[in-house]
């Protein structure tokens, strides 16, 4: 991602950015980081700094500074705050020092004595006990310490006030305290039951203290006590913002994790660095690719390479997390960690089926590689490349300039959309993209859909009415022989109009597996199709093009099925029935909540699998 000034383009760079949260690094000419930033909104955060007026004659000075960028996507808002914490304690750009309070970050402790007590920390962890967090500041920390007084009668008073005591003090009257301080209104057993149950919810084995609270919700409602009702939808919510954990800051010691995504020819491969409980840094590569190399091949070449560099002195890790695919292993770890042992002489230990924090931290560089690969696909240099092998391909005689694609999505042919994108010689042209609504047809008749989208489409280009929509060198159907025929149908009385020249047709078909790399293109008029190898660079530029019309076209057949429907957005998600819709809304506290939600926290949720958190998760981000 990082590159050369006189290369830095903000346009380009901003136009391939996600719009997920992060950390985001600006470097120098030197590729010294000058400045480290988080956002909720990359993209929107980002572009900030590239406006046309800037006030702020240090984001002045900052931004003719600027050589290359660096993001790192993380899974909250939160995270991305406490990522940018230890990045900045690391780097110690010049541009943070001199403007941001440096402090630590808050704890929650619970300490280690007879009677322990629950207690906010900051700084150097001189008392022994067990502390949690970090928190992103203390008012998070002061606000659970307050949640756990109502869940636990556990003190939080200091020791000199607990030694003093002769008699219970008001807390124990509130029922927020059992009274350990006074002979007699408590066992040490009992005591300890408690401090373990605040322990087991610190730790996030808190599904038992919310079951109990749905429980109560439930009984008060049924009584029509509905204020009480309120107060503990409002705490289960408040117990789920409390339990959420940090996918950047852990116990865990010494760890590499490892993301891997792969399409169309390019593979991206994003490595997290954990050290001392933190993450150290990160970095995205993308190796070199021969032709018909699989996954795991691809994988396994790039830790020996990158493990055995003599020329970088590297700190290995007691630990490799390996990627994981949709719920498949990439390599064996047993046969992968002899080949490591053996290369480097040292005992390291590798794994892919892992839980809690290391499974967040699994997650982060997976989305980090998606997030890597996305932009590398979108660089000017990828579309050249694929472009001219295009052109080479058809040999038009001309170069391409303009590229079109349709795509027909809808639901058993209820509220279907036709979406087409453009690409030019650049990438993605969306500010010409366009939705259309298709009515008045027989529902889930694809080919009557199709035939009405071209002629909204070209319809101004054929009687000249059209304000500077320019005609396609190549228009590409998704569909087979069926598809292309109703553009052959329109396109046909073309010849002789006073218009633009009809475009090139082709279609897009499928493979019998459905997997990419067994598409077939079709010519139109001889139907005859265009032989390419898999790994055809011509033949990924048709791949994307293709998918990021399907994709525009289910993003508008989702929005325009939202307006017309009056009933929970839950309803339209597969696998979630009336169980699981009463279980999510109970547990998170309500529809907004579980919108709001990250897929750790929907997970969580009695009988929802983490595959159908990511479906619900993605759901609502696709409206």
């Known amino acids: 991602m990082t590159q050369a000034k006189e290369s830095f383009d903000p346009k380009q760079f901003l136009s391939n950015l996600t719009h997920q949260p992060g950390v ?340 982060l560089a997976q989305k980090n590689a998606l997030n890597a690969l996305d932009s590398k696909l979108h660089q000017a240099s990828t579309m050249t490349l694929r472009l001219q092998a295009l052109e080479q391909v058809l040999d038009l005689g001309q170069s391409i300039t303009r590229m079109e694609c349709f795509d027909i999505s809808h639901t058993m042919g209820q509220e279907t959309v036709a979406s087409c994108v453009v690409f030019d010689r650049q990438g993605p042209k969306k500010s010409d993209y366009r939705r259309y609504n298709i009515s008045g047809i027989t529902p889930g008749d694809d080919y009557a859909a199709m035939a009405q989208a071209l002629q909204r489409r070209f319809d101004p280009l054929k009687h000249n009415t059209a304000d500077d929509v320019p005609m396609p060198d190549i228009l590409f159907i998704d569909g087979g022989k069926g598809q292309l025929s109703q553009a052959e149908a329109y396109f046909a009385d073309w010849q002789g109009q006073a218009g633009p020249a009809a475009p090139l047709l082709i279609g897009v078909a499928k493979g019998e597996s459905r997997k990419p790399g067994l598409e077939t293109l079709i010519l139109a008029g001889s139907h005859s199709t265009i032989p390419l190898n898999a790994d055809a660079p011509a033949l990924h530029l048709v791949q994307h093009i293709r998918d990021e019309s399907h994709r525009f076209a289910i993003t508008g057949h989702r929005q325009r099925r939202a307006k017309v429907r009056r009933t929970s957005r839950l309803e339209d998600i597969p696998g979630v029935g009336a169980k699981r819709r009463q279980r999510l809304l109970q547990n998170l506290g309500g529809l907004q909540q579980v919108k709001q939600a990250s897929i750790e926290q929907l997970a969580g949720v009695p009988g929802i699998s983490r595959e159908l958190a990511e479906t619900i998760y993605h759901a609502f981000r696709d409206e």
């Not at 984001?59 to 500074?65: G, P």
């Open 24 to 363: 985001y690094r600006m470097y120098d000419e030197s590729g010294d980081i000058i400045y480290v930033g988080k956002a909720k909104d990359l993209r929107k955060r980002v572009g900030s700094y590239f406006r046309a007026q800037v006030d702020s004659p240090k984001t002045q000075t900052l931004v003719k500074q600027i050589a290359a960028i660096d993001v790192t996507v993380t899974n909250t808002e939160a995270e991305a705050l406490i990522l940018e914490n230890n990045f900045i304690k690391k780097y110690r750009p010049r541009y943070n020092v001199l403007l941001r309070d440096d402090k630590s970050y808050p704890y929650l402790l619970v300490s280690d004595h007879r009677h322990p007590r629950l207690a906010f920390h900051r700084g150097t962890r001189r008392e022994k006990g067990k502390y949690y967090g970090p928190f992103p500041n203390g008012v998070a920390v002061r606000n659970s310490l307050r949640l756990l007084q109502k869940l636990f009668p556990v003190r939080q008073c200091d020791d000199t006030y607990y030694r003093a005591r002769s008699r219970p003090c008001l807390q124990y009257q509130l029922k927020r305290c059992l009274a350990p301080c006074v002979e007699g209104y408590c066992s040490d057993e009992e005591y300890s039951e408690q401090v373990d149950l605040a322990k087991a919810f610190l730790e996030g084995k808190n599904q038992q203290v919310i079951d109990q609270l749905v429980v109560r919700m439930e009984g008060a409602s049924a009584e029509l006590e509905f204020e009480r009702a309120a107060r503990f939808r409002d705490q289960i919510a408040a117990l789920r913002q409390v339990q959420e954990r940090n996918a950047v800051t852990g116990n865990q010691q010494s760890l590499d994790v490892i993301g891997f995504a792969r399409q169309g020819g390019v593979a991206a491969v994003h490595m997290l660095f954990i050290r001392e409980g933190a993450v150290q840094g990160s970095r995205s590569y993308f190796p070199k690719v021969p032709a018909n190399t699989d996954d795991n091949a691809i994988l396994l070449a790039f830790m020996l390479q990158f493990y055995l560099n003599d020329q970088v002195e590297r700190q290995l890790p007691r630990e490799i997390i390996l990627p994981e695919q949709n719920g498949a292993k990439l390599l064996d770890p047993e046969h992968e960690l002899q080949v490591l042992e053996q290369a480097l002489a040292q005992t390291l230990r590798m794994t892919h089926n892992v839980r809690g924090e290391r499974r967040q931290y699994q997650v």
